[in-house]
């Protein structure tokens, strides 16, 4: 018997086999260390590119009993991504469940991810593991700060203690909701156009999910203010993808001297037009 993430005690099966992950970065994590231990994933799970497995609908709201159906040694979730309700069903029906933390920050995905490799996989940590905590162990010094919605309609931010906003802290990108009271804020728009009025933030940073922000959609919100578009997948997931991460995000928010406001250009540190 292992212990999950939240304290649950877990069986996991050894082999590990038969495994139904609802996270995304997890199915890319599983399917990259121990290749066709999965019997399910979810629709959104589309990496990594070409992974054949049983499809059982959305993260938020998968359809529960297509993944009782598929008889599952294991299912893989997170406790921000998936219903409470959705693991009390699974477990109701004898299906164990190996519920994951919302991380805090990058060191506590890791850890997390370690974890998952040497309790549930059964294999030591592998080369993209290693790889990235190399890649993310330095913290770059603070040289713009940034609104980063992730949602609108209505617009919500990262707030504190969120892995994506200590994502951007390590490559000198400060989150200016960082010591928000919550770890997603709602402010109105009118709210974060105020913020970047008075200088407190120099840009927006858009990710493509989970919200899929485009050039149409989301830098409209915030005219004259440098708007940079990342890759949500990027900024969000905690698994292989964080080997090359890094190197993205900063081709994406790097820091160069002033320019004219547009959209998915270099962050520009100053007071916004």
């Keep these: 018997m292992k212990v999950d993430d939240l304290g649950t005690p877990v069986p996991v099966p050894e082999p590990p086999a ?39 609908g959305g993260s938020k709201y998968p359809r529960i009993d297509d993944v009782i159906a598929l008889r599952p040694r294991l299912v893989l979730a997170n406790v921000e991504e998936n219903r409470p309700e959705d693991v009390a069903r699974l477990r109701e029906h004898g299906v164990p469940v190996w519920v994951t933390a919302a991380p805090a920050d990058v060191p506590s995905a890791l850890r997390s991810l370690r974890r998952l490799c040497g309790d549930v996989l059964g294999v030591p940590a592998p080369d993209w593991l290693g790889e ?35 994502v951007l802290r390590r490559i000198g990108v400060g989150n200016v909701f ?82 004219a406001p547009g959209v998915s250009g270099p962050v520009r540190r100053g007071r916004p037009g």
């Design 18 to 56: 038969g495994l139904v992950s609802l996270v995304p970065s997890l199915t890319e994590s599983v399917e990259a260390t121990v290749p066709g231990v999965l019997v399910g994933a979810t629709d959104y799970c589309v990496h990594p590119p070409g992974l054949v497995t049983t499809r059982i």
């Design 132 to 166: 990235a905590e190399d890649v993310w162990a330095a913290v770059e010094p603070v040289r713009a700060t940034a609104i980063v919605p992730v949602w609108r309609r209505p617009w919500v931010v990262l707030g504190r203690d969120t892995f994506a906003g200590d």
């Design 178 to 259: 960082g010591d928000a009271g919550e770890r997603y804020p709602r402010p109105t728009i009118d709210a974060l156009r105020a913020v970047l009025a008075d200088g407190r933030a120099d840009c927006v940073v858009l990710p493509d999910e989970p919200y899929r922000f485009t050039a149409d959609d989301g830098p409209e919100a915030f005219p004259g203010v440098r708007s940079v578009l990342v890759s949500g997948r990027h900024l969000t997931w905690w698994g292989p993808s964080l080997r090359t991460a890094r190197s993205v995000l900063r081709d994406a928010c790097h820091v160069v001297s002033p320019a």
